[in-house]
């Protein structure tokens, strides 16, 4: 019975690993399309009202937001854009 229970376990965590990594793969292409959103409005390719919106409405990112951290970019980087545009 020991081998039987070796597997099993075995077999368990590399379902659990499965999942984790399925789990992170996700996370992972949630954070590159925030990131390849960012810096389209920092390159110009769109405003922070475009940027907000596409987050907004995209049921991937729709239950978490953003997160404070991107949050805190968009707003600085509209900062150093005001500040450049009008000096």
Do not use: F, H, N
């Not at 039987?4 to 949630?30: N, V």
């Amino acid at each position: 019975m020991q081998m039987q229970e070796a597997l099993d376990r075995c077999e368990y965590a590399i379902r659990y690993q499965q999942t984790e990594i399925a789990r992170l793969r996700a996370e992972l292409e949630r954070k590159d399309e925030e990131l390849t959103q960012l810096l389209a409005w920092i390159g110009g390719d769109s405003d922070a009202l475009v940027v907000l919106q596409r987050t907004y409405m995209d049921p991937r990112t729709r239950r978490r937001r953003l997160t404070t951290k991107l949050r805190l970019k968009i707003i600085l980087a509209k900062q150093c854009r005001t500040v450049r545009s009008s000096g």
